[in-house]
């Protein structure tokens, strides 16, 4: 049952972070494209870190 939820954790994750990406390349404004990159950058180490645990 834990696995189970860890596996949901770093797909949520990984999921936010890919789309975090996208928007950020669609994005038109630079302060919404920078905060776009710190929060695919947060969800990203998340991933990395949820995933070694897995």
Do not use: P, W
């Not at 770093?10 to 789309?19: A, G």
């Not at 404004?29 to 969800?43: C, D, P, Q």
């Amino acid at each position: 049952m834990l696995k189970l939820l860890i596996k949901g954790k770093y797909y949520y994750h990984l999921f936010l972070h890919r789309h975090n990406e996208l928007l950020q390349q669609d994005c038109l404004s630079e302060e919404l494209r920078m905060k776009l990159k710190v929060k695919a950058t947060y969800h990203n180490s998340k991933a990395i870190e949820i995933g070694l645990k897995m």
